[in-house]
């Protein structure tokens, strides 16, 4: 892939996330969709910058803002919708909703509603690559508020220590639920208390697709050559409230306006326009094939079935073979 077509893809990718959500937000008014919903809208350069760095080998543990991860990771859509929808057809079941998607064939290990629990699977799908012999990378998305948790300390800790090949992937969006990180933690800078581990760490643009994309093959590059772990902060922001639960009142309007300011689609976008690379009518027509792609999974889910009642009792337990 040339350079501007790695660029075009990441705008397709963040855009494509972009929309699925505002199209979620839509049902759920609807009452389509149900339960929890945390929206990624404002950090999709993560996902998108992080995710296509790696292959198809490597594996991705997740939150649960987790759309967008799944979607980069390559999930099929209509999985996840169907999921959002509570189908059988879902990537869950529809037993999970929104927080708890997950697609072992794509190595996309959850989904998870405990703040940091994803660290711990994360170290271990690690430990287990690395004693298999598997040269495969294990990326480990969460937020800055997982950094006041117990988990992180000692998850970073063993990853150093074994050299376990781990992208801990830190999105810092400044809030934990509503508590600014500088509430809660008196040293703000977590790529440098991360690097105090014993692990190389530094801070990204979270805002920028291209350097998130350009970090992480940095990181991954050090990590393949057995390097052992590596710790980006990406500085990142979520332009709405943490969930459609949150009526968002401890947060400056002019501090969310200057993050809009630095929206990564319209900042990509317009890179690329004035390098001669996209178009008005290319960016249409990208717009136009991910509308079809959600309408599609849209509908998908729409006349996708219900769980049986029948099996409310099955994947509680292992069934025997
Ligand atoms: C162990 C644990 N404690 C508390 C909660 C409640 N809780 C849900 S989300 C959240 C904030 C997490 O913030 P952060 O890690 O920064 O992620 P973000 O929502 O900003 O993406 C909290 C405290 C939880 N889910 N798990
Ligand atoms: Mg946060």
């Known amino acids: 892939m040339s350079a501007a077509d790695t660029r075009i893809e990441l705008l397709r990718q963040m855009i494509r996330i972009r929309r699925f959500e505002e199209r979620c937000v839509r049902l759920y008014s609807a009452e389509k969709i149900r339960g929890f919903l945390h929206l990624y809208i404002g950090e999709e350069a993560v996902a998108a910058g992080l995710l296509g760095q790696i292959g198809p080998g490597d594996a991705v543990v997740s939150t649960y803002r987790e759309h967008g991860h799944a979607l980069a990771?390559?999930?099929?859509?209509?999985a996840l919708m169907a999921e959002m929808y509570g189908r059988a057809t879902g990537c869950s079941r529809g037993r999970g909703g929104s927080m708890h998607l997950f697609d072992?064939?794509?190595?996309?290990y959850g989904g998870n509603a405990i703040v940091a629990g994803g660290l711990p699977i994360a170290v271990g799908l690690a430990l287990a690559d690395a004693q298999a012999g598997r040269d495969a990378v294990t990326v480990c998305l969460f937020g800055d508020g997982a950094a006041a948790e117990g988990e992180f300390h000692e998850c970073l800790?063993?990853?150093?220590?074994?050299?376990?090949?781990?992208?801990?992937a830190c999105e810092n969006n400044?809030?934990?639920?509503?508590?600014?990180?500088?509430?809660?933690?008196?040293?703000?800078?977590?790529?440098?208390r991360a690097a105090s581990y014993g692990l190389v760490a530094w801070p990204v643009d979270g805002m920028d697709a291209v350097a998130v994309g350009e970090a992480t093959r940095r990181a991954v590059e050090s990590i393949r050559a057995g390097s052992g772990p590596c710790f980006l902060e990406l500085r990142t922001y979520r332009f709405r409230a943490h969930s459609l639960y949150d009526a968002d009142r401890y947060r400056d309007k002019a501090e969310i306006a200057e993050w809009k300011g630095r929206?990564?689609?319209?900042?990509?976008?317009?890179?690329?326009?004035?390098?001669?690379?996209l178009n008005e009518e290319d960016l249409k027509a990208l717009e136009a094939a991910i509308e079809s792609e959600i309408d599609d999974a849209v509908a998908a889910a729409e006349s996708a079935p219900e769980e049986p009642v029948a099996d409310l009792t099955r994947h509680v337990y292992a069934e025997r073979p």
Not at 104 to 108: C, I, K, L, S, W
Not at 157 to 168: E, H
Not at 174 to 192: K, Q, S, V
Not at 263 to 277: N, Y
């Open 157 to 168: 800790n063993l990853a150093a220590l074994w050299r376990l090949p781990v992208l801990f």
């Open 174 to 192: 400044r809030y934990a639920m509503g508590t600014a990180l500088a509430r809660e933690h008196a040293a703000t800078d977590l790529a440098l």
């Open 73 to 78: 990771r390559g999930m099929p859509m209509a």
């Open 263 to 277: 929206d990564p689609i319209p900042r990509l976008s317009g890179a690329l326009k004035d390098a001669g690379e």
């Open 104 to 108: 072992a064939e794509r190595r996309f």
